[in-house]
């Protein structure tokens, strides 16, 4: 099992910056790629970004390329996203996730947080 915890969600006006963390516990953090996803009320959950276990090959959604970063840091468990440029239409509750590989973290990864609520005021 793997838990993840989000966290650095918030309100932020439109043009501003929020960086979200996710935790890791349970397993080899370097295990596993990493991935944040995001569901906006009465839409589908999608997905945001993912990197690999080394920290290379980011892939983002073409709506935030660009403005969004996907990072992480092995030696404390921890992944990150800088969201820079932030819009109304970035608002949403935002998941991270893991899985062992990039293919299956970028679809339907097995292990997902609790979400972290994010809001762009315009």
């Known amino acids: 099992q793997v838990q993840l915890v989000e966290s650095g969600g918030g309100l932020v006006q439109a043009g501003g910056s929020l960086r979200l963390s996710c935790a890791a516990s349970?397993?080899?953090?370097?295990?596993?790629?990493m991935g944040w996803f995001r569901q906006a009320p009465g839409k589908e959950r999608e997905f945001v970004a993912a990197?690999?276990?080394?920290?290379?090959?980011?892939h983002y959604a073409d709506s935030v390329k660009g403005r969004f970063t996907i990072s992480r840091d092995n030696a404390k468990n921890a992944a990150y996203l800088q969201m820079n440029s932030l819009k109304p239409e970035d608002t949403a509750v935002y998941y991270c996730?893991?899985?062992?590989?990039?293919?299956?973290?970028?679809?339907?990864?097995?292990?997902w947080g609790q979400g972290t609520q994010v809001t762009v005021s315009s």
């Open positions: 990197i690999s276990w080394s920290g290379g090959n980011p």
């Open positions: 996730a893991a899985d062992r590989t990039m293919s299956v973290v970028t679809m339907s990864p097995r292990y």
């Open positions: 349970g397993r080899t953090f370097s295990d596993y790629a």
